[in-house]
């Protein structure tokens, strides 16, 4: 099925970002693989051709994977082109250049890292859920907890200073707006301008652990610029942070609060987990695929192929529906029913191969840390407005709530 499809479908539409599964379902069924010409996209929806398409990264690079989702407007193009330095080092990196620089990263990011990052997740989560309760039954959840976790978790891991949390999730922001939204051309001047100084942040970053090594990721990943300053430039690292430093939280925020929503929205699941905290990591699973927080992400074709049957040509951009995939019922039994036991972990939420997710350990640690914490200190938990509208930031991949107020 190609173009002319009378399904209309816009990935930033308020509608659709509250509840996508209708629309999901219409495009698995009318339209799996189709041109839609106003995103200028392939739009694939069926979780057998993007398991495919991530299986196949020579047609299919990754090379698209963090560009500006809509194009930019001459001004902000002059700004990033200025101060931007261009390179690929991870997730939008193919071939041996990303096996290599995902190798040093893998030695930055070892379960050794993990195990010592546990108690900081534990002690930062019991700190955030102590103010959450002094704050009072009506707080919000996701400004109290899903925003700063992740964010002081991954910042600590590759050692940036505390007191720059606040600026960091400031540019991470305007990073969402500036790769995965449709930003004004004001707004995209003044996110082309925060993303060259996020990116000079993470360059200083780099030469401060350079001169004063300490306990981190960054230092690590450093060991392979001194044993060898060409395999890994300095410029090279410092991109490698500043994907981790995004990657490490907006994904995780959103994680957190579809999982508190969903846990808290399905009848008796909340008493099921308060219950028995030994199903927390059968809903950590359940949540990933149900609600994933990673909806969609991009690839483009290196050739003239076809896609589940449908000619694609060379130069195609792909937009993979990960969560039309997760509710496939070709792979998933009944799989609008939210089961916390389904056990079944064939999901895409993390991507698939080459490029899968390097932050998924850390992201289920701190979904799992953050649950048993939250059952045991508040067993009644519930949404204190369940019937006001919830509010999405309107962009391709990232999806959860932007508040999601509570009572105990
Ligand atoms: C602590 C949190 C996280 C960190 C540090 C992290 C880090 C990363 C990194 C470094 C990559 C690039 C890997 C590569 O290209 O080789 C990646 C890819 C990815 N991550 Fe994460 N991530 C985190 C959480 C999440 C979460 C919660 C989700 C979704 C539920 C997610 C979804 C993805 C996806 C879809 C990809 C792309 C996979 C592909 O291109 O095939 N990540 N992540």
Same mark, same amino acid.
């Given at each position: ?255 957190? &609060? $579809? ?5 808290? @929205? +399905? =009848? ?6 308060? /219950? %028995? *905290?030994?199903?927390?990591?059968g809903a950590v699973e359940e949540v990933l695929r149900f ?33 039309? &995939? $997760? ?5 998933? @039994? +009944? =799989?609008?029913?939210f089961d916390i036991a389904r /056990? %079944? *972990? ?63």
């Amino acid at each position: 099925m190609t173009g002319g499809c009378p399904v209309h479908f816009d990935p930033l539409d308020p509608g659709f970002l509250a509840d996508p599964r209708p629309m999901w379902a219409q495009l698995r069924d009318e339209a799996p693989v189709r041109y839609d010409p106003d995103l200028d996209m392939w739009v694939v929806a069926r979780h057998a051709d993007i398991e495919a398409v991530f299986r196949d990264p020579a047609t299919f690079s990754a090379a698209n994977a963090q560009d500006p989702a809509f194009p930019l407007h001459p001004e902000a193009q002059a700004v990033f082109a200025q101060g931007w330095v261009p390179l690929k080092t991870l997730s939008n990196a193919d071939g041996e250049y990303h096996s290599r620089n995902r190798r040093y990263s893998l030695v930055g990011f070892s379960p050794r890292r993990l195990r010592a990052l546990e108690p900081v997740i534990r002690r930062t989560t019991i700190g955030l859920i102590d103010d959450l309760e002094a704050a009072g039954p009506g707080a919000d959840v996701v400004r109290g907890l899903a925003f700063p976790l992740p964010a002081t978790i991954i910042f600590t891991l590759l050692g940036f200073p505390p007191e720059d949390t606040d600026q960091l999730k400031a540019w991470a922001n305007d990073r969402l707006s500036f790769s995965w939204g449709r930003p004004s051309p004001e707004e995209q001047a003044r996110t082309a301008a925060d993303m060259v100084a996020y990116r000079a942040y993470c360059d200083a970053h780099v030469a401060r652990r350079l001169a004063e090594p300490a306990d981190d990721f960054t230092t690590d990943l450093l060991q392979f610029h001194r044993d060898d300053p060409e395999q890994l430039t300095l410029a090279e690292a410092a991109h490698i942070v500043f994907g981790f430093s995004f990657a490490g939280h907006e994904t995780t925020t959103n994680l957190l &609060a $579809n999982a508190l929503l969903r846990c808290l @929205d +399905e =009848p008796g699941v909340w008493d099921r987990l308060v /219950a %028995d *905290s030994g199903a927390i990591p059968g809903a950590v699973e359940e949540v990933l695929r149900f609600d994933s927080s990673v909806i969609a992400w991009r690839r483009i074709t290196t050739t003239d192929t076809t896609i589940g049957g449908t000619a694609v040509p060379a130069g195609a951009k792909l937009l993979l529906l990960i969560g039309a &995939a $997760n509710h496939d019922p070709a792979v998933f @039994d +009944e =799989p609008e029913r939210f089961d916390i036991a389904r /056990a %079944d *972990s064939r999901y895409l939420s993390f991507g698939w191969g080459k490029h899968y997710c390097l932050g998924a350990p850390l992201a289920k640690l701190e979904l799992e840390v953050a649950l048993q914490e939250l059952t045991r200190r508040f067993p009644g938990l519930r949404r204190a407005d369940p019937d006001s509208p919830l509010s999405y930031h309107p962009n391709l991949s990232f999806r959860g709530p932007r508040k999601l107020t509570v009572s105990w």
